[in-house]
């Protein structure tokens, strides 16, 4: 199954220049990193991205990200992945540019 990440053009700069992250500061304020699936992405994006003029939108296989993974109730009381621990850029499968 993948799973997917939202990314702020600086901070998937950020990302892509230090090959790793430990999330966006609304990820650090939680705790974890914010991932979505298929069915929940473009209602992430409406929600938390609208403002921006680009985002970025990278794939992840969950079973390699499973070990520190949790699916956790969230909005509309659906379970979403939470990650718990830096993210390297390595483990993306693909991006997908979204311009607003």
């Not at 600086?10 to 220049?17: L, N, R, Y």
């Not at 520190?68 to 540019?97: A, C, G, M, V």
Request: glycine share 2%.
């Amino acid at each position: 199954m993948l799973i997917y990440k939202v990314f702020s053009k600086s901070d998937f700069d950020s990302f892509v220049a230090d090959n790793e992250t430990n999330g966006s500061s609304d990820d650090l304020k939680d705790g974890f990193i914010h991932f979505s699936t298929r069915e929940q992405l473009f209602d992430t994006i409406r929600r938390h991205f609208s403002k921006y003029k680009l985002v970025f939108v990278l794939a992840f296989q969950e079973s390699q990200l499973r070990q520190k993974l949790n699916w956790e109730l969230s909005r509309n009381r659906e379970l979403f992945p939470h990650y718990y621990d830096n993210l390297r850029y390595s483990q993306s499968l693909y991006t997908i540019q979204l311009i607003m």
